[in-house]
């Protein structure tokens, strides 16, 4: 006899679910006429604030979202590993516990710089115009903040039920050594959850063109680690009239000259192969056949100039080593004794760093130029975390619901983020900022004249707010 109460209890309970999200829906984006959306307004103020790393100074960021949680009925923190670098911390708490670990909403607060100069506006107005919040941090990653503080807001005053907690937290440091995210495992990871996964940035909706168009929605599940090297070359010095023969200059430009040839062997990680597997099925053709067996040695190796020919291709299936940075000489006819370069290099997720050092030693065949290693080490081997996760199926759903007939896929970020500290402690962490963005827009991250449309801000909010409650809701007991 208690088994129909128990459906008619959930069946009760889903409905109600139903009746706060649709709730939840209208509110989102709902305002006065002529002002703008609370999210819009939040990010607004967080882009005035130039928490530019380095320094940092994210401590006023920090602060301006725990007033903003407080304002919504969330009790928040800030707390500073070092003066002025300040992380927030707020948990909703689960209104039926259900006995699961709570999930992490993960963002941080500080931005890279940008040059005012070569701006068609200033970088840190956060003017609200044109339909769009304009300023350095809009998307990369204030605006993601501000929607997960704006989300948590919705559900806590919607009503719904939560089975499990949800924490928001906004770190300091990630653009440089994410030290602001591993000061919190490493001292707060009890107010972190501990978490049972973490949903941060990293990846993001597009149309693709090799698509026919159709949207792409790429859920980060692993991503490429930072190898930052340099190369230290040494020789005589002396007068510029009277060169010399293997001076630390031309031993370094001649280790360079290898380097800039050195084609490393492409590989498909089993992130990647599964994403080119899924868009490949929806693609006609030859193009289509391709895309989808590119696993296969053959396949690729007469795919390779297509592959190189894409910067974000090419990155995605190889190791890769950047010059950024050359250091030598300090007069017009000094010869120098010292030559640096550093180098960024990006590994896949299972590449074994030392043994890309070694390889690296043999291109440069150069006993006299040092590869200096970074002082906290070779980066370890971090495992991408599983598609068949509620995380990503959650945002799959989302994403059906909210950009019918797109297609999801996972996806390796070329770039680091501070998933990467949760993943190494066995946290399965997902990448995904849900607004459907095209090309010139997502170049505007680290680039110039950042911006956000107030619509795709809506969007993030409804989209985020329909994942997180699918992830809350009480298991059924």
């Not at 709570?102 to 068609?120: C, G, K, N, Q, Y």
């Not at 602001?180 to 990846?203: C, D, F, K, T, Y």
């Not at 790429?218 to 010399?244: Q, Y």
């Amino acid at each position: 006899m208690r088994a129909p109460v128990r459906g008619r209890r959930t069946r009760r309970r889903s409905l109600f679910s139903i009746a706060c999200l649709v709730a939840i829906a209208a509110a989102v984006g709902v305002h006065a006429e002529g002002e703008p959306a609370p999210v819009a307004t939040l990010l607004a103020q967080a882009i005035r604030i130039e928490s530019v790393n380095p320094p940092g100074g994210e401590t006023p960021v920090a602060r301006l979202l725990a007033r903003a949680l407080e304002d919504r009925g969330i009790e928040a923190i800030v707390l500073e590993g070092a003066p002025g670098r300040g992380n927030v911390v707020a948990r909703l708490p689960a209104t039926e516990p259900d006995g699961r670990a709570p999930l992490l909403l993960l963002a941080h607060l500080d931005v890279v710089p940008a040059d005012p100069s070569a701006w068609s506006f200033a970088p840190f107005s956060g003017d609200i115009r044109d339909g769009a919040v304009w300023g350095r941090g809009a998307l990369d990653d204030k605006a993601h903040a501000a929607v997960f503080v704006e989300a948590l807001g919705l559900l806590a005053a919607s009503g719904a039920p939560r089975g499990r907690d949800l924490v928001f937290a906004g770190t300091a440091g990630e653009e440089v050594d994410g030290a602001g995210a591993q000061w919190l495992i490493e001292h707060h990871w009890e107010r972190l959850g501990p978490p049972a996964a973490v949903w941060n940035e990293g990846g993001a909706s597009t149309a693709l063109p090799e698509a026919g168009g159709r949207i792409v929605n790429g859920i980060a599940t692993g991503e490429k680690r930072s190898l930052w090297l340099t190369l230290v070359a040494e020789g005589e010095g002396g007068h510029g009239s009277m060169p010399v023969a293997n001076g630390a200059n031309e031993r370094l430009v001649r280790a360079l000259a290898r380097i800039a040839s050195w084609e490393v062997p492409a590989r498909i990680t089993p992130s990647v192969g599964m994403a080119f597997r899924r868009l490949g099925g929806t693609m006609s053709g030859l193009e289509g056949f391709a895309v989808a067996r590119l696993e296969n040695p053959l396949v690729r190796w007469f795919a390779g100039g297509a592959l190189r020919e894409s910067r974000t291709l090419n990155a995605m299936v190889r190791d890769t080593v950047a010059l950024t940075v050359l250091d030598s000489g300090i007069k017009h006819n000094v010869i120098p004794r010292r030559a640096e370069a550093k180098l960024d290099v990006r590994l896949l997720p299972d590449t074994d760093a030392a043994s890309f050092v070694a390889d690296l030693a043999r291109v440069i065949d150069d006993p006299e130029v040092r590869i200096q290693l970074p002082e906290r080490g070779l980066p370890p081997v971090i495992p991408a975390s599983p598609t068949d996760h509620e995380i990503f199926r959650a945002i799959e759903a989302a994403t059906a619901k909210e950009l019918p007939g797109s297609l999801t896929l996972p996806m390796q970020a070329n770039g680091a983020t501070d998933s990467l500290f949760f993943r190494a402690r066995g946290v399965p962490s997902y990448g995904y900022f849900p607004v459907l963005l095209p090309a010139e827009l997502t170049a505007s991250m680290h680039g110039l004249d950042e911006r956000i449309p107030l619509a795709e801000l809506d969007r993030a909010v409804r989209l985020t707010v329909e994942a997180l409650t699918t992830l809350a809701r009480p298991e059924s007991r």
